[in-house]
């Protein structure tokens, strides 16, 4: 557990003077990380034997050790001590939730490479074995999307979030095979590994990922999806409305390129799915 969150946990059993050392590490963490003793104290309004003994009693050895760990405490990100204020009411987090869901559509809608997609495409739909790769919680979604999108066209997909299984699928992939990998970070070292072994053994690999990043780097075909997302903590990421596009893009241009295999396919599902649960063709297509 990192200082600062020690001090959240522990701030009731603070004194008076403690929880106003506590307060001003907690709200304003830059003077913190920055400030000598005195100015610190001086801030708090106590005294530098104050603000040792609230060291000391963080298990830190001084105040330099105290500041040492501090600093630390800025890979995991400011934005999570102090989220900011913003309107809690349903009709504002709704306007708040579609607005950058609209804006993450657009904007990748202005950045979108028609050309890379439409090579990838055809890719897809000529490739022996697809094989969906992603972990954590958004890939994970995008690789399992894939296999729900491709399959119903007639394509040969799966999908896979474990690390161990991408590493043994990739190495045993044939040249005919393709692997299509997401990271919303681009810096998932695994599914980076798992392209090296695929490309090796002579697969095509393709990436959805932030641009120049470690996994698109290790990628044959890439297609980027570089978007902000703002610093609210509490509001699900926005990007992944546009991984969820970008699979839609790809299936349907995958579904162009044999438009006759996919439409048998569609109407085999469809006649089951009329067959044994709607009674009827009205439901959503495809679904």
Not at 51 to 67: E, H, I, S
Not at 69 to 80: D, N
Not at 190 to 198: H, S
């Amino acid at each position: 557990m990192d200082i600062l969150a020690r001090i959240q946990n522990e701030q009731e059993q603070f004194s008076q003077s403690e929880k106003r050392i506590a307060d001003i590490l907690l709200n304003d963490f830059d003077f913190a990380v920055n400030a000598s003793i005195v100015e610190l104290a001086e801030r708090a309004e106590v005294s530098p034997p104050t603000v040792t003994r609230f060291c000391r009693r963080l298990n830190c050895q001084n105040y330099a050790d105290f500041k040492v760990q501090l600093a630390k405490t800025m890979f995991v990100g400011a934005r999570y001590l102090n989220p900011g204020t913003r309107s809690t009411e349903p009709v504002d987090v709704a306007e708040d939730i579609v607005t950058k869901a609209q804006n993450a559509l657009y904007l990748f809608h202005d950045a979108f490479d028609a050309a890379k997609a439409q090579t990838v495409a055809e890719l897809l739909s000529r490739s022996g074995m697809i094989h969906a790769f992603g972990s954590g919680g958004n890939s994970s979604m995008i690789a399992h999307e894939l296999h729900n999108r491709l399959f119903r066209l007639g394509l040969r997909v799966s999908a896979c979030t474990d690390y161990h299984m991408q590493m043994m699928i990739a190495a045993a992939a044939r040249p005919a095979d393709m692997i299509i990998g997401s990271s919303f970070s681009g810096r998932n070292s695994e599914l980076a590994k798992a392209f090296t072994l695929a490309r090796e053994v002579g697969a095509t690999t393709i990436a959805l990922t932030q641009s120049d990043s470690l996994v698109a780097k290790a990628a044959d075909h890439v297609l980027a999806v570089d978007l902000p997302e703002g610093n609210n903590i509490f509001r699900p990421t926005s990007t992944r409305f546009a991984y969820l596009a970008l699979v839609d893009i790809l299936a349907n241009l995958a579904a162009y390129q044999n438009p006759s295999q996919a439409t048998v396919t569609l109407r085999h599902i469809k006649h089951q799915l009329v067959a044994h649960r709607d009674e009827d063709d009205r439901q959503l297509l495809g679904d």
